[in-house]
């Protein structure tokens, strides 16, 4: 069964600090990435996603993230942080097959001013 | 924005009784809505897709008939926990695939909770 890793669960960053989080899917075959975005009291939100082309990505907020391939990884990164971006982050897998959407545990990012 | 609207957001009922969340696309059709359900502190779990016009299909150890899934119309669907017990106390979040370009549309959820 296909699964979704995400390694850090709680991080904590001052603001301008550079963010990366890990994200890392177990499937072989053909998938669409995501990352979504939970701020607090709100809806989950697309961040960004992949479908196939360029494997950096670019999303909304100065949020990017790069599929690798042979790594089986999609993390997510950001140069510089603001107190605005504390939130829950989930990776997403969509198994081209199966049209199942499989979420990771999330990362909760918290910024401090 | 498309908009999903899920309700209620918060519900509190007794052990036994049956309760209903219903997830309506506001501003698109959907063909396709999902239902998940998260534990604290855990991934979201798809339970079910829902077809509209169909019957659900549901994920591998989630009972159906516990929770009844109706997809009446392209905007319209619904998850009734039925005979409700304290470990169904979760947060359940549904989403919407918009029919024009299938882009995924997230509810804010549902906390309930089971006494």
């Known amino acids: 069964a296909q699964s979704v890793s995400q390694h850090n669960h709680h991080v904590i960053l001052s603001e301008a600090a550079s963010l990366e989080l890990g994200c890392n899917y177990s499937y072989g075959g053909t998938v669409n990435l995501f990352w979504y975005v939970q701020y607090p009291g709100q809806h989950l939100q697309l961040l960004l996603k992949y479908f196939s082309g360029d494997p950096l990505v670019k999303g909304i907020k100065g949020f990017e993230a790069e599929f690798i391939k042979s790594k089986f990884s999609f993390n997510l990164r950001k140069p510089s942080v603001q107190w605005s971006d504390t939130a829950e982050y989930f990776c997403a897998v969509n198994d081209y097959n199966t049209d199942k959407l499989i979420f990771g545990t999330g990362t909760r990012l918290q910024v401090f001013p | 924005g498309a908009v999903v609207s899920q309700h209620p957001s918060w519900v509190i009922c007794k052990s036994g009784t049956s309760v209903k969340i219903e997830c309506r696309s506001l501003d698109f059709q959907a063909t396709t809505m999902f239902w998940y359900r998260q534990f604290p502190k855990q991934s979201l779990m798809l339970m079910a897709t829902?077809?509209?016009?169909?019957?659900?299909?549901?994920e591998q150890g989630v009972e159906k008939d516990k929770f009844l899934i109706n997809h009446a119309s392209l905007t319209l669907s619904t998850l009734t926990v039925t005979s409700a017990h304290p470990e169904d106390s979760s947060f359940y979040i549904c989403s919407a695939r918009r029919l024009v370009d299938e882009k995924l549309f997230f509810g804010s959820g549902t906390q309930l909770s089971v006494l």
């Open positions: 829902s077809n509209e016009g169909s019957k659900a299909t549901y």
